[in-house]
């Protein structure tokens, strides 16, 4: 009976997962056919970015749509340096909520919203759990960091280290967001693929550091024992 359950429960998150990314493409889509997004980009300089990092923060609470395309969205609908400025602020508010509500309400929270299999995947990820680790997470593009973020909130980092973490961490893969969504904007397949190549050899210094580091710390516990 509870695997039924369990069954079911999945299936329903997939099929409501499934539903909010159709209707993100939907809308997107009519917005710029009718041209009613950029009309109402130009006419509101104010309320259009609250609202672009009102939706960032909610993705960083509740991951569903790719932080990849809301980043690369910032740049196509503001430019690249306010779509930006817009990103961090909106996704490092949404990250901030996050962690503290981990915090507050402990485990248990942390577990019934994700679920058992993914906290405990999202668990190991995060290794020691220590700053570097999270850093390193937060600073390898395509890793569930709004995920780790609800993990971060369970132990005892510091929440001005968090956010440092948020925000320094993550500015590399902003900034390589930011470029796709303006090239993209500009038709500029060019500069698109180079910066696919530079991303790729990016997260390959990463892991290749990570690499290192680990095999480092594994021979220091072998030598103890």
Same mark, same amino acid.
């Given at each position: 009976?509870? #695997?039924?359950?369990? &069954?079911?429960? *999945? !299936? @329903?998150?997939? +099929?409501?997962?499934? =539903? $909010?990314?159709? %209707?993100?493409?939907?809308?997107?889509?009519?917005?710029?056919?009718?041209?009613?997004? #950029?009309?109402?980009? &130009?006419?509101? *300089? !104010? @309320?259009?970015? +609250?609202?672009?990092? =009102? $939706?960032?923060? %909610?993705?960083?609470?509740?991951?569903?749509?790719?932080?990849?395309?809301?980043?690369?969205?910032?740049?196509?609908?503001?430019?690249?340096?306010?779509?930006? +400025?817009?990103?961090?602020?909106?996704?490092? %508010?949404?990250?901030?909520?996050?962690?503290?509500?981990?915090?507050?309400?402990?485990?248990?929270?942390?577990?019934?919203?994700?679920?058992?299999?993914?906290?405990?995947?999202?668990?190991?990820?995060?290794?020691?759990?220590?700053?570097?680790?999270?850093?390193?997470?937060?600073?390898?593009?395509?890793?569930?960091?709004?995920?780790?973020?609800?993990?971060?909130?369970?132990?005892?980092?510091?929440?001005?280290?968090?956010?440092?973490?948020?925000?320094?961490?993550?500015?590399?893969?902003?900034?390589?967001?930011?470029?796709?969504?303006?090239?993209?904007?500009?038709?500029?397949?060019?500069?698109?693929?180079?910066?696919?190549?530079?991303?790729?050899?990016?997260?390959?210094?990463?892991?290749?550091?990570?690499?290192?580091?680990?095999?480092?710390?594994?021979?220091?516990?072998?030598?103890?024992?």
């Amino acid at each position: 009976m509870n #695997k039924i359950k369990f &069954s079911l429960d *999945k !299936f @329903l998150k997939t +099929v409501l997962i499934i =539903f $909010v990314y159709a %209707l993100f493409v939907f809308l997107f889509w009519y917005g710029f056919r009718t041209g009613f997004i #950029k009309e109402f980009i &130009s006419e509101s *300089k !104010f @309320l259009a970015p +609250v609202i672009y990092m =009102f $939706v960032a923060s %909610l993705k960083a609470m509740f991951p569903v749509v790719p932080g990849e395309v809301l980043v690369g969205l910032g740049a196509f609908f503001f430019g690249p340096i306010w779509g930006l +400025v817009y990103a961090v602020i909106g996704l490092t %508010l949404g990250s901030v909520s996050a962690f503290s509500l981990s915090r507050k309400y402990g485990k248990k929270f942390v577990k019934n919203l994700m679920g058992k299999q993914k906290f405990e995947k999202v668990d190991k990820l995060s290794g020691d759990k220590t700053f570097f680790t999270f850093f390193l997470i937060y600073l390898t593009p395509g890793t569930p960091d709004d995920f780790v973020t609800y993990i971060a909130g369970l132990t005892s980092l510091p929440i001005l280290k968090f956010i440092t973490i948020c925000v320094i961490g993550r500015l590399p893969s902003y900034i390589i967001y930011i470029v796709g969504g303006y090239s993209l904007a500009t038709l500029n397949v060019k500069l698109l693929f180079s910066l696919w190549f530079l991303m790729f050899l990016f997260v390959g210094l990463i892991l290749f550091v990570k690499l290192i580091i680990d095999k480092k710390a594994s021979n220091s516990a072998t030598n103890k024992n």
